[in-house]
């Protein structure tokens, strides 16, 4: 198995001279902490007020959004590769080694050997621990004794994206993606009950036909809108199982969304806003051209976008103009941004978390 890494390829164009701006949006620093450094695709969890982080070094950490007071952090003493993954109560990272490690309290309460380093996430539900490894192999684990449920090899490409894929729950279906497909399982034992293809692998050699569904998701309800690497933005009925629509998209991050609008950044720093019903256009940013964009997050009437430089732009949700930028610590954000409340939440690779409120 070999992983294709998720941004390579030729030397990118220098990125676009920021112009300058008048914040229309204002917001206030609320509290700042470091966590370490972030190197890995880290998710940062949020369940009720908390939010859930982790630093490559292994240094995992509760810390209430409100206030930014730390309610645990325990060093695992291995570095880390995925996560966070909580429900609250369990939470849960994997290392660079290859094992799923368990946590409560910040304590560690187990450990399982993957077969393989995850990327992605592990998701805890329902008093069980899921984690996905490259190769496809799905695993399920009791969150309370780290007893291996069942496991299901759903896949066997020899190339592989190296980028966390998605790991979700809907009703009592548990939902992943499988190269350009999105497959719905019973979580008591990864028996698949449904199947919808979102994007087709196309090319000439099979770097060019990898076909994989990214993490950074929009659901409302039971509509889904997701993208395919390089490939595709589509939303679907997770009800009846079809896409509902399926626009060409060029773009390695993950997309937001609201209940009228889709939102992503592409390859090149384009951000587009999609309409949510039917896929139709609605306009497109040019203004950060090859800033090395990540996912954005909706912020009520704002769409926050993070770069590749450390800044955060904030736009206008209704037409894409730039209505404030904030600046951290002149390391990347390679951290998708996460709402809390009123509590924005951003971290940055050098591992400085700021938490934002508008005035």
């Known amino acids: 198995m070999l992983l294709i ?13 920021l112009l300058p701006v008048n914040a229309l949006v204002a917001v206030k620093q609320v509290w700042a902490t470091n966590i370490g450094e972030v190197t890995f695709p880290l998710e940062v969890k949020v369940v009720g007020k908390d939010i859930y982080a982790a630093s490559s070094a292994g240094v995992v950490s509760a810390i209430d ?36 490690v368990a946590l409560k309290k910040g304590k ?69 993606g499988l190269g350009g497909r999105l497959v719905g399982l019973n979580p008591l034992n990864g028996v698949q009950r449904w199947d919808v293809p979102i994007s087709v692998s196309r090319g000439s050699n099979e770097v060019e036909r990898l076909v994989d569904i990214v993490a950074g998701i929009s659901r409302d309800g039971s509509d889904l809108c997701v993208r395919a690497y390089l490939n595709a933005v589509a939303c679907l009925n997770l009800g009846g199982q079809k896409v509902i629509w399926s626009q060409a998209a060029n773009g390695f991050s993950g997309i937001a969304g609201d209940d009228e609008s889709v939102f992503g950044t592409e390859s090149d720093g384009r951000v587009i806003a999609w309409r949510r019903v039917d896929g139709v256009r609605v306009w497109q ?29 904030l736009l206008a949700k209704s037409d894409g103009t730039s209505v404030g930028r904030l600046s951290f610590d002149a390391s990347p954000l390679n951290v998708t941004p996460v709402l809390v409340g009123k509590t924005l939440v951003v971290v940055t690779q050098k591992g400085g978390i700021f938490a934002f409120r508008p005035e």
């Open 65 to 100: 959004a409100d206030s930014g007071v730390v309610r645990w952090t325990v060093s695992l003493g291995a570095r880390i590769a995925a996560g966070v993954g909580s429900d609250g109560d369990t939470a849960a990272v994997v290392t660079a080694e290859g094992d799923l």
């Open 285 to 313: 940013s040019d203004a950060m051209r090859w800033r090395d964009l990540g996912t954005p997050l909706v912020l009520g009437s704002t769409l926050a976008v993070p770069d590749g430089a450390g800044v955060l732009h």
């Open 108 to 176: 560690k309460i187990w450990q399982q050997r993957l077969g393989g380093v995850s990327i992605t996430p592990p998701l805890v539900a329902g008093g069980r621990v899921f984690a996905i490894t490259p190769d496809r192999t799905l695993l399920a684990f009791d969150s309370e004794t780290g007893k291996k449920l069942w496991q299901q090899q759903r896949g066997g490409n020899s190339l592989v994206l190296d980028r966390p894929g998605v790991l979700f729950p809907f009703g009592d279906t548990l939902v992943t």
């Open 5 to 17: 890494a998720g941004c390579s390829g030729p030397a990118k164009p220098k990125p676009s001279d």
